[in-house]
C-alpha cells in the first residue's frame, strides 16, 4: 500500500520569507501526487498537481512543487510567504491505475505558522 | 462556480443514534468520496462511487453505509454512533472516473459530534 510521509508537524516561517515544504511516498510506481491546502475548520483545496511530464508544476498562490523520482519526493515551494499562507498542508497520493475513483492516501500534515 | 454541497453543515448526535450526511457533487461530475478526518488528523479515505456504483473502499467502519443516487447525490449513513466518530466528514466530486488523473474537488465538510 502507499504512504505518504511529511516528516515536519510544524513550520514556522518569517513573512516574505522562503518555504520548503517536505513530502516523501512509498508506492511501487510513480503515483499521482497532488498538494492541499486547509485553513481551520475549512475544505481542502487543490495546490497543484503532478500526473506526468514536467516535474516542476506550477500551482495556484503562488506555490510550485517539485517531482524528484530518485528520491521519492514531491517538495511544495513558495519563494515569498504571506500572512494568510498559514494553514494546514498536506500531500497526497493516488496510485497510477485504471481506477480513477481511487481515494487519496493523505500524509499527516504540516502546519505552517507566519511570523509577522 | 458551483461546488460540492455538503448538509448538514454541523450535526450533534447521541451515542448509538444514527446520521445520515449529504453530498451533493459539482453538477457533471459522475464520481463522489468520502473522506474522515479526525480533531488534527490527516483525512482518511472511507468510500466512492462511481456511477451510481461503489468503486473503491477505504477504512470504512460496518457500522457505515453509503450510496449513490440516479442524480449522482451521494449519502452516508451512520448507525450505532460512537464518541469516536466525531469528525469533519468531507466529500469530494471528481468529473470522470479514467485514470487517476482528475482532481477531486472538496466540499466544506460536515462536523459530526458524538455525544
Known amino acids: 500500500a502507499q504512504s505518504v510521509t511529511q516528516p515536519d508537524i510544524h513550520i514556522t516561517v518569517s513573512e516574505g520569507a522562503s518555504l520548503e515544504l517536505r513530502c516523501n511516498y512509498s508506492y511501487g510506481a510513480t503515483p499521482y501526487l497532488f498538494w492541499y491546502v486547509q485553513s481551520p475548520g475549512q475544505g481542502l483545496q487543490l495546490l497543484l498537481k503532478y500526473f506526468s511530464g514536467d516535474t516542476l508544476v506550477q500551482g495556484i498562490k503562488g506555490f510550485e512543487a517539485e517531482f524528484k523520482r530518485s528520491q521519492s519526493s514531491f517538495n511544495l515551494r513558495k519563494p515569498s510567504v504571506h500572512w494568510s499562507d498559514a494553514a494546514e498542508y498536506f500531500c497526497?497520493?493516488?496510485?497510477?491505475?485504471?481506477?480513477?475513483?481511487?481515494?487519496?492516501?493523505f500524509g499527516k500534515g504540516t502546519h505552517l505558522i507566519i511570523q509577522p | 462556480a458551483a461546488g460540492v454541497i455538503q448538509s448538514p453543515r454541523h450535526l450533534i448526535k447521541e451515542k448509538r443514534e444514527t446520521a445520515t450526511l449529504k453530498c451533493y457533487p459539482i453538477p457533471r461530475h459522475d464520481t463522489v468520496y468520502w473522506y474522515q478526518q479526525g480533531p488534527g488528523q490527516d483525512p482518511q479515505f472511507l468510500i466512492s462511487f462511481y456511477e451510481k456504483m461503489q468503486s473503491d473502499k477505504g477504512s470504512i467502519p460496518d457500522r457505515f453505509s453509503a450510496q449513490q443516487f440516479s442524480d449522482y447525490h451521494s449519502e452516508l449513513n451512520m448507525s450505532s454512533l460512537e464518541l469516536g466518530d466525531s469528525a469533519l466528514y468531507f466529500c469530494?466530486?471528481?468529473?470522470?472516473?479514467?485514470?487517476?488523473?482528475?482532481?477531486?474537488?472538496f466540499g466544506q465538510g460536515t462536523r459530526l459530534t458524538v455525544v
Open positions: 497526497a497520493v493516488v496510485p497510477y491505475s485504471g481506477g480513477g475513483a481511487d481515494g487519496l492516501t
Open positions: 469530494a466530486s471528481s468529473p470522470s472516473r479514467g485514470r487517476g488523473n482528475t482532481e477531486a474537488f
